[in-house]
């Protein structure tokens, strides 16, 4: 069992490669050609945090990814890390554990930025030029610089409730810290990235033809949309199953607005893909999927393994 | 992160200070105190293989475990170890991966083997002498010796499918390997450990009042006794959502034999002993739980962490 520290994860990463094995394993889930494990978690009240454990297995693969990560928003302010963990790289014929990718979450971070920009790339309209990002966190910053480079979008404007921390990010990024009225009136796709518990995007706010990526709603009893805004939308999901259970699809499928039918997987998606009317609101509902961490983890082992 | 191998786990445990840490784990499930992760689980078909993956954390402890587990049952064919695995030991209060104990599955093994202890020591008969073991997989071996040495027992006996594996176990236990018919008929207390998919031991075989401890059917389709028999038994269980979902207790919920209510979780056992009349067949039924992990782990890291 070889352990694997950060820097040489990072460095064994390609960022296009990655790209493309993040879509492939989408692909791959929605052709039901992956195993995925029931997602495990436990929630922490004080301090808070989450622990999120995913797992899945692309069939005919050597071998099968495990993932634990943590998130304690408040470990900053003790000047550490919010995230930490792990991905486990497992033999599928033998079950050794071949690798501990110690990644402190930031394979996960990479892989949720990729899911971002590859639905973003399914449900932009052409020639989409302003980008909004709503939430300064870590997923905040790196969806904003991977979606306007996936997609060449020129402007970037950023939100968050801390003003501060919106500015400081908006000045990293070469970005515009804006308000949230002025972000969604101006922003050709919207990219939420909060933690949060109630809805912050409210139907007034989104004009029609509003192309939004949620990426936040990861645990139950998340969520950044108004079910005003869900239940006009077309719904594109990462996972139907998993979205139905607690991302922002869920909310809306619980309210009787949507039918669970009418979700689209990603991967669907990516295989037939659909021209969506310019007036039609979108949102692309990820709430993370084990396939990303297998396909991101498997990546950087084929090249670490050599 | 530190990471710690096998010898150095082994030598941090003391057998009685497990078990008693195991009794309280079980306790405080069946107090409502611990948070229990979804089960994770991978199935491979070629060759056949398991991953379990379990997490929990005990309220108010400042560290939380997620194991993961897998079994692969040709690998001695290739002369490697059929288990393999690790248990993460992670700040409740930052995140923090703390430590890997890379214990190969053992200490999965031990702390399987220390339940069947503990629930033997339960529904065992007073002045039982005579422990019948089926299987004799590094399980049956445990049990074998652990239950044994705990309730005092002065004969064991075992019996497997592979009658020349019967034989080694027996000569490596000091016991006796015997036809299923005879182990049945002169045991006191039978222990079940096989990965089995159909019933092994049926209501005819097993004499009334007999004490069984079945601790194979750890996953979906897994079962090692006869509907007749866990139909007329008092039944045992280390979790009664777990049970219900995919121990022996669950075939009987789900054929209508056995009302998921009069389920006897073992931790309320342990909190509140039940006197069994000598005529009763009492079965404990244990499909291992995230907090026997967390129990163990905690305890090994203690020591180790210095």
């Known amino acids: 069992m070889r352990v694997i520290e950060l820097p040489e994860i990072l460095a064994a990463l390609d960022e296009a ?28 009240g004080d301090p808070p945090g989450d622990c999120h454990v995913k797992g899945a297995w692309v069939a005919g693969d050597p071998v099968f990814v495990v993932k634990l990560a943590t998130s304690f928003y408040r470990n900053p302010q003790a000047g550490l890390e919010t995230s930490d963990g792990f991905m486990a790289v497992v033999s599928a014929t033998t079950g050794e554990v071949q ?43 790196l969806q904003a610089e991977l979606v306007a480079r996936t997609l060449g979008l020129e402007t970037t404007l950023v939100w968050a409730r801390d003003a501060a921390r919106a500015a400081e990010a908006a ?9 949230l009225e002025a972000l969604c009136a101006r922003a050709d796709l919207i990219v939420t990235t909060t933690p949060s518990t109630t809805p912050i995007l409210t139907a007034d706010m989104v004009r ?91 990546l950087a082992w084929r090249r670490l393994a050599g």
């Not at 394993?25 to 436990?42: I, K």
């Open 208 to 298: 029609p033809g509003a192309r939004i990526v949620a990426v936040g709603a990861d645990a139950p009893g998340k969520r950044e949309l108004e079910l005003a805004l869900t239940g006009r939308a077309r719904l594109v999901v990462d996972s139907r199953p998993q979205c139905v259970a607690h991302g922002e699809a869920g909310w809306a499928v619980r309210a009787g607005l949507v039918d669970e039918a009418d979700l689209i997987e990603l991967g669907d998606l990516l295989a037939r893909p659909i021209r969506f009317a310019d007036d039609e609101t979108v949102v692309a509902d990820l709430t993370g999927v084990g396939v990303q961490d297998v396909q991101i983890a498997k």
């Open 99 to 141: 690798a501990i990718l110690h990644d402190r979450g930031r394979l996960t971070d990479l892989r949720t930025a990729m899911a971002g920009a590859i639905a973003a790339r399914c449900i932009a309209r052409p020639g989409a030029k302003v980008l909004g990002v709503v939430g300064a966190g870590i997923q905040g910053r």
């Open 171 to 179: 000045t990293a990024l070469g970005a515009e810290a804006v308000a």
């Open 17 to 44: 490669e990655a790209l493309a094995a993040v879509e492939d394993g989408f692909r791959r889930l929605s052709a039901g050609e992956v195993q995925v494990m029931a997602v495990g978690h436990l929630a922490f």
